[in-house]
């Protein structure tokens, strides 16, 4: 039982970070495209 317990809080903990690094890199890409097509304006 709590061997289980443990199991389901490694999976959750894998889960969250998976989701914050795809996130995180949705998050970059969009302002790297947004810093792109600010700069082209200008220069």
Known sequence: MVKLVALLDVIRWIAAILSI???????YRWLRKKFRSKRKPTS
Do not use: A
């Open 21 to 27: 690094v795809l996130s995180g890199r949705k998050l």
